[in-house]
């Protein structure tokens, strides 16, 4: 599955594990299972770590976090949206990426990028051992 995820309940934190090369049926998938876990309420914090094995183009990312978005997304201001980006070959994005929110009359939704966990946990306000992946 090139899209996994998990939910820390203690932070909020939805961890998404992004691999390989996605498609549709990939991104509906997993925001079914997002849908579909018991702890989705509690999200207020998402992290979006794309591997240095994702293949994917910044649309790509985009796709996936407007359907995010749609599912465990809230227009919150202490709400924090990171992208990880482990690698220099992954796709070109600059210090943020901005998602358009249809539901809320177009309201600019930013995912801040990171390149160092470090920095993306801090910015998140979590701790990395709090966040192992599940």
Do not use: C, N
């Not at 203690?10 to 691999?19: A, H, I, P």
């Not at 240095?52 to 749609?70: K, N």
């Amino acid at each position: 599955m090139p899209i996994s995820f998990s939910i820390e309940p203690s932070s909020g934190l939805l961890r998404t594990v992004v691999t390989g090369r996605f498609g549709r049926d990939d991104m509906v998938a997993y925001t079914q299972e997002l849908r579909d876990h018991p702890a989705l309420e509690l999200v207020e914090r998402r992290l979006v770590d794309v591997r240095p094995s994702a293949l994917v183009t910044a649309d790509d990312l985009h796709d996936l976090l407007l359907l995010e978005h749609g599912v465990a997304g809230s227009l919150r201001r202490a709400d924090r949206r990171v992208i990880l980006l482990h690698s220099e070959t992954g796709p070109t994005l600059g210090r943020e990426l901005v998602v358009t929110d249809r539901r809320h009359s177009g309201i600019p939704i930013a995912y801040r990028v990171f390149r160092s966990a470090t920095h993306a946990y801090r910015y998140l306000h979590v701790e990395p051992r709090q966040a192992r992946h599940h």
